[in-house]
């Protein structure tokens, strides 16, 4: 396999926005683990996101595939331009799973029983742009899962602290999944496919969006005060948090979502690894 190839998978996944779970998720770690987890569960829980991401991505790609001929801003991408065949995808499909699966079972066996919910959620949310207008919803059922999985594979049960953090990363990936919807607003309103901007409009997507990330903020901010072990650091940085969320709200409005790319790709980042920082600083300090 020649470099030019591997660069084609990483771009058909979107190899590098696994910045957007995984500070998210090493933040999950600190937050639930009693003592600082062995070298041994941090690997097969960062092999575990990892896989479930890569599956999740070329699962999209390949479902999609039909609508992503037609619509003239995926036309450019692997799978439509031919450079990545649709047998290699069903190959990444089958390898992703099969690693998903055996570092499930690898953390314990609680883990590995309920991974095939987490692989039918993420087979699910293409599919859910066809019959729901809320396919966003789904996509953060996925990310609400994180948490709750990390705590089964640390502790083996589900903790309330890990359900605020799954409500927390499920309504900040649905906010902002409702803007990147903003980009194919057009398209999907063509050829029937669903979204809240498509059912709502543009407006009321923009404020829909908004409550899902003060739902986000609400719920870290609940966290923190029944965690007993997070202080001022933690609150200062909820602070920077919410200010970076302004201000990915503040880069698109109803008249003008030409920035929709900056908010989702840069800021939706700083976000992510701002939390990771908050959590990790306030566990040293």
């Given at each position: 396999?020649n470099?030019?190839?591997?660069?084609?998978?990483?771009?058909?996944?979107?190899?590098?926005?696994?910045?957007?779970?995984l500070p998210?998720?090493?933040?999950?770690?600190?937050?639930?683990?009693?003592?600082?987890?062995?070298?041994?569960?941090?690997?097969?829980i960062?092999?575990?996101l990892?896989?479930?991401?890569?599956l999740?991505?070329?699962?999209?790609?390949?479902?999609?595939?039909?609508?992503?001929?037609?619509?003239?801003?995926?036309q450019?991408?692997?799978?439509?331009?031919?450079?990545?065949s649709?047998?290699?995808?069903?190959?990444?499909?089958?390898?992703?799973?099969?690693?998903?699966?055996?570092?499930?079972?690898?953390?314990?066996?609680?883990?590995?029983?309920?991974s095939?919910?987490?692989?039918l959620?993420l087979?699910?949310?293409?599919y859910?742009?066809r019959?729901?207008?809320?396919?966003?919803?789904?996509?953060?059922?996925?990310?609400?899962?994180?948490?709750?999985?990390?705590?089964?594979?640390?502790?083996?049960?589900?903790?309330?602290?890990?359900?605020?953090?799954?409500?927390?990363?499920?309504?900040?990936?649905?906010g902002?999944?409702?803007?990147?919807?903003?980009?194919?607003?057009?398209?999907?309103?063509?050829?029937?496919?669903?979204?809240?901007?498509?059912?709502?409009?543009?407006?009321?997507?923009?404020?829909?969006?908004?409550?899902?990330?003060?739902?986000?903020?609400?719920?870290?901010?609940?966290?923190?005060?029944i965690?007993?072990?997070?202080?001022?650091v933690?609150?200062?940085?909820?602070?920077?948090?919410s200010l970076?969320?302004?201000?990915?709200?503040s880069?698109?409005?109803?008249?003008?979502?030409?920035?929709?790319?900056?908010?989702?790709?840069?800021?939706?980042?700083?976000?992510?690894?701002?939390?990771f920082?908050?959590?990790?600083?306030d566990?040293?300090?």
């Amino acid at each position: 396999m020649n470099i030019e190839k591997i660069r084609d998978y990483a771009e058909l996944v979107k190899f590098e926005h696994t910045i957007f779970a995984l500070p998210f998720a090493l933040a999950s770690v600190l937050l639930l683990a009693d003592r600082f987890p062995s070298l041994w569960d941090l690997l097969w829980i960062l092999i575990a996101l990892v896989s479930a991401r890569t599956l999740g991505m070329a699962f999209n790609r390949l479902i999609d595939e039909p609508y992503d001929r037609l619509n003239p801003r995926t036309q450019g991408w692997g799978l439509v331009s031919g450079r990545v065949s649709r047998v290699e995808v069903k190959r990444i499909i089958l390898i992703s799973s099969v690693i998903f699966l055996i570092s499930s079972l690898a953390l314990n066996l609680l883990a590995f029983l309920l991974s095939p919910i987490v692989i039918l959620l993420l087979w699910l949310y293409p599919y859910s742009k066809r019959f729901t207008n809320f396919p966003h919803l789904v996509l953060g059922a996925v990310y609400l899962l994180i948490p709750v999985a990390v705590d089964v594979a640390l502790n083996s049960h589900v903790s309330f602290i890990s359900i605020l953090l799954g409500i927390a990363m499920a309504s900040w990936v649905a906010g902002f999944d409702i803007l990147y919807a903003l980009q194919d607003y057009e398209f999907d309103r063509e050829v029937g496919l669903k979204s809240v901007p498509v059912r709502f409009g543009i407006e009321t997507a923009l404020r829909i969006s908004k409550l899902m990330h003060a739902i986000t903020f609400v719920s870290l901010l609940l966290l923190g005060s029944i965690h007993g072990d997070l202080g001022f650091v933690y609150f200062s940085g909820l602070v920077v948090l919410s200010l970076f969320l302004i201000y990915e709200h503040s880069l698109i409005k109803p008249s003008d979502t030409s920035k929709v790319n900056k908010a989702f790709f840069t800021v939706n980042g700083y976000v992510s690894v701002a939390f990771f920082i908050t959590v990790l600083l306030d566990k040293l300090l």
